[in-house]
């Protein structure tokens, strides 16, 4: 939803009991939803990668145990 050209964007899972999930990407008109969401998985993996860069500084910068005794 954080891309200007996505109206609406949901998901559901028609029961727990089954793999399955139904995505819903309405666009603009400007890209198809196709594209939307590999820009968003795209962004989601950038973010992802970002959290793990940073965690993995601090904790290497305060030096703390990575296993436990």
């Known amino acids: 939803m954080k891309n200007p050209e ?11 009991s089954e793999t399955k999930l139904n995505i819903r990407i309405q666009t603009y008109g400007k890209i198809t939803a196709v594209e939307a969401l590999h820009q968003g998985l795209d962004n989601l993996s950038e973010l992802c ?15 703390y145990p990575t296993e436990e005794p």
């Open 6 to 16: 996505v109206e609406f964007c949901g998901y559901s899972i028609p029961h727990p």
């Open 49 to 63: 990668t970002h959290i793990e860069d940073k965690f993995t500084e601090k904790i290497n910068k305060a030096d």
